[in-house]
């Protein structure tokens, strides 16, 4: 299937991590056509190594420097991508993480990280979208992928504030959606369901390192919650993004795609 990527100029953002779905997704976008694919991370070394795999594939790529939640950070990256390409065709807002353990009883939450959480996840592809708008708006088309998650509706996971900044994450899609439909620009979101990336880092913090054995029986208890019965793989999920960042879904916006397994229906 041609997905119509010749010519594109995409953004992909949190592509630094060498298993993330950021990566994954840059590089699909790139194997599929796209004519450049720049990438940003708030770790430099990280996404280099992303762009060099993207230029091995005979992909224009830049690699940037930004940390999403620092709004004149974004506007610089943003700024730098156009200066390099002359425009930007599709955005996937990848970056974002978890940055609590496990569902705390109401009274011991902690307001702060509350805010921090919220910060990284939605305020921080809330400051992305805005520098990239305005450029979506002059070539009067444009598409957004925000990556939300599963979480939002997998209740026995235990990350309850990580799960809100996500489900606002979801409004957030359908807002701008509507907001900018009027100006060829759609905005859709993928919600993946578990997969091994560096995200559970900070369930490990402060622990040594899992045996392979241990890691393998942590993928077996997530994918006993999959009624497909495995956890998602970045490929999955790198899918799913190219999918609703193509023409192959030129009438699809506000809408959230659930890649979990079933887990979610
Ligand atoms: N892996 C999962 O199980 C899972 C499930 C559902 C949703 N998600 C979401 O998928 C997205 C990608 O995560 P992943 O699984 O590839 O994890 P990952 O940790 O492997 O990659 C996340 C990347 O985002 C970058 N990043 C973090 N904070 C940033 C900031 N402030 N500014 C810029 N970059 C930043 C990290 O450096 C990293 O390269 C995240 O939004 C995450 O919430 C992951």
């Known amino acids: 299937m041609d997905l119509g990527f010749t010519g594109k100029v995409a953004l992909v953002t949190g592509a630094g991590?060498?298993?993330?779905?950021?990566?994954?997704?840059?590089?699909?976008?790139?194997?599929?056509?796209?004519?450049?694919?720049?990438?940003?991370?708030?770790?430099?070394?990280?996404?280099?190594?992303?762009a060099a795999a993207i230029k091995k594939l005979g992909t224009k790529s830049i690699a940037l420097k930004a940390d999403i939640t620092n709004a004149a950070e974004v506007g610089g990256m943003v700024k730098s991508v156009i200066d390099e390409f002359g425009r930007i065709d599709?955005?996937?807002?990848?970056?974002?993480?978890?940055?609590?353990?496990?569902?705390?009883?109401i009274d011991q939450q902690d307001g702060a990280m509350w805010e921090k959480q919220m910060k990284l996840n939605l305020f921080g592809t809330m400051n992305v979208c805005k520098a990239v708008v305005p450029q979506m708006r002059?070539?009067?088309?444009?598409?957004?992928?925000?990556?939300?998650?599963?979480?939002?509706?997998q209740y026995q996971m235990g990350v309850g504030m990580y799960a809100m900044s996500k489900y606002a994450m979801d409004l957030f899609t359908k807002q701008l959606a509507m907001g900018e439909a009027g100006a060829g620009i759609r905005v859709n979101c993928v919600a993946p369901g578990p997969a091994p990336t560096k995200f559970g880092a900070v369930f490990r913090e402060g622990l040594p390192p899992l045996t392979p054995e241990e890691e393998q029986e942590n993928?077996?208890?997530?994918?006993?919650?999959?009624?497909?019965?495995?956890?998602?793989?970045?490929?999955?999920?790198?899918?799913?993004?190219?999918?609703l960042a193509s023409d192959r879904t030129s009438f699809v916006t506000g809408q959230v795609f659930h890649v979990s397994g079933g887990s979610v229906m």
């Open 138 to 153: 002059a070539q009067k088309c444009g598409v957004i992928v925000n990556i939300g998650s599963g979480s939002t509706h």
């Open 219 to 243: 993928r077996e208890k997530f994918a006993k919650l999959m009624p497909l019965g495995r956890i998602a793989t970045a490929g999955d999920i790198a899918n799913a993004t190219a999918f």
């Open 90 to 105: 599709i955005l996937c807002n990848v970056a974002g993480g978890i940055l609590h353990k496990d569902n705390t009883p």
């Open 17 to 50: 991590s060498q298993i993330g779905f950021g990566k994954e997704t840059a590089l699909l976008l790139a194997k599929e056509g796209c004519e450049a694919v720049a990438v940003t991370d708030i770790v430099m070394e990280d996404v280099e190594m992303t």
